[in-house]
């Protein structure tokens, strides 16, 4: 734990210091207009500046109260100040939006080692961030749409339901009576994010020195280009139709349709969906809880390799659920649609590591594809044992729960340089075909082990698996299986 949070600090130190010395960038006459809820860019990185001098000050105060605090005090004094830290970065990213409200996002679930008190302080960033003001919301959408909300819709609610780092969504009836959500984006935050992007190279530059195998280019690259195409609602409606045909009609797992005649670029309108939160389902029976883990699974993996196309966020706000294991997809900002050659390469990692079990064999698909430069020093055994951590869940035809520790050692594996696999880790890359791919590592094993998620992983993979296509071995696949006979997905 000490470790963690000594890496967590030098991280939030790193990127203070980033923010600062660009202040002298923001500042210069022309740099820029002011961007999401009239706050300039360098106010943007002053922001973060008060909070790290906030908070180191705050540490300073915090190390000398200890210091002469009693033994048994001391644990409470920690846990204060972790409190107090994690609730002014909260209140901070969630002002800001963008791409950085984004990072505290994935911070509240990513790692389950995180203390409780801290995690909880950033989980309001995941669906209820600070929201605009109603006239603001009223006035990017008479501007997109033509009108003002109380014209173009028979009811209009000013309040929003759900607020995040690119937009925030209010509940409305159309004038034939249907319910719908409409996303409205912040005025100015496509300016926001492109400001946080502007110098990510270099992050990642310094980043190749803790990872000499890492290509930052490549991943710069991919990472910006599915950040910016968040900002087009157009795009993202076009990816939620995509997906929502692909599942219409599916026995559990439910996409809402887009309102076409009232969206465009800075607004997304599509079908109401109900459901409780992911905090809710968390307070069901651990058979509610495993059925919508169920779900969930079948959801990313089937639509990564029958559909070929990965719906990159997933996150707790991002779903809705009932009983019974039905769950509501939402959010497809960030979307990666694979080529056949680059499924193909997935499939053949499953071949060698799982249904084969060639570590060599293994290890000449993942240099083929550019994870591991040819000729490193490691034995096949030990490429096994690093890369089949990812795999662990599937590898044995046995009932698995996916836990809070498999999570964060999941995250250990990708990050703790110090660990027993830090030789391979430093010389691995993450070609742009992986970035994305990355976040079921970093984000859907954190929602699954947050649920305790059991169930025979293994037969479940082997039914979503096109080229092993096996039998239904649970009640959500025989359900599955009777949609696909129907529809021929």
Do not use: C
């Amino acid at each position: 734990m000490r470790r963690r949070l000594a890496a967590a600090a030098l991280v939030a130190a790193a990127v203070g210091a980033w923010w600062w010395r660009r202040r002298a960038h923001r500042d210069r006459p022309g740099a820029g207009p002011a961007v999401v809820r009239g706050r300039s860019r360098s106010e943007r990185s002053l922001d973060l500046a008060r909070v790290g001098a906030r908070s180191s000050g705050a540490y300073v105060a915090h190390r000398a109260r200890r210091a002469v605090a009693p033994a048994h005090r001391r644990e409470h004094l920690d846990q204060q100040f972790q409190l107090r830290t994690a609730e002014a970065v909260a209140e901070a990213l969630g002002n800001m939006k963008g791409a950085l409200m984004k990072l505290g996002q994935m911070a509240s679930y990513l790692d389950q080692g995180l203390p409780e008190h801290v995690r909880g302080a950033l989980a309001d960033l995941r669906q209820d961030a600070p929201p605009m003001s109603p006239e603001l919301a009223a006035g990017v959408l008479a501007e997109e749409l033509g009108r003002p909300p109380a014209e173009v819709f028979a009811d209009w609610d000013p309040v929003p339901v759900a607020s995040a780092s690119i937009g925030q969504v209010h509940h409305a009836v159309t004038h034939d009576g249907r319910e719908v959500a409409v996303k409205v984006q912040y005025p100015g935050v496509d300016d926001a994010i492109r400001a946080d992007l502007a110098n990510v190279d270099l992050l990642f530059t310094a980043t190749g020195m803790l990872f000499p195998g890492l290509d930052p280019a490549a991943l710069v690259d991919e990472l910006k280009a599915r950040l910016v195409e968040e900002l087009d609602y157009v795009l993202e409606a076009d990816n939620q139709r995509l997906f929502a045909a692909y599942y219409a009609d599916h026995p559990f797992i439910t996409v809402p349709r887009v309102v076409d005649e009232l969206s465009s670029r800075r607004v997304l309108t599509t079908e109401w969906a109900d459901g409780v939160r992911f905090d809710e389902l968390a307070s069901w029976s651990q058979g509610e809880r495993d059925l919508a883990g169920e779900a969930i699974y079948r959801f990313v993996f089937g639509s990564l390799y029958r559909l070929k196309a990965f719906n990159g966020d997933p996150h707790p706000g991002n779903y809705l659920f009932a009983p019974g294991g039905r769950v509501t997809f939402l959010d497809f900002g960030l979307v990666k649609r694979f080529t056949a050659d680059e499924v193909r390469v997935f499939h053949d990692m499953i071949d060698t590591m799982v249904l084969d079990h060639d570590p060599a064999a293994f290890r000449r698909v993942i240099e083929g594809v550019g994870l591991l430069k040819a000729g490193e020093p490691f034995s096949d055994r030990e490429v096994e044992d690093y890369f089949g951590h990812f795999y662990e869940f599937v590898l044995e035809d046995r009932v698995t729960t996916i836990d809070e520790a498999y999570a964060s050692e999941t995250v250990r594996q990708v990050f703790d340089l110090t660990g027993p696999h830090g030789d391979i880790m430093k010389a691995a890359n993450v070609p742009p075909s992986f970035v994305i791919i990355q976040r079921i590592n970093l984000g859907l094993y954190a929602v699954l082990g947050e649920l305790r998620a059991t169930a025979n992983w293994r037969r479940i993979a082997e039914e979503i698996w096109p080229f092993v296509d096996g039998a239904p071995s649970t009640p959500l696949g025989e359900q599955e299986a009777a949609w696909r006979r129907r529809t021929g997905r």
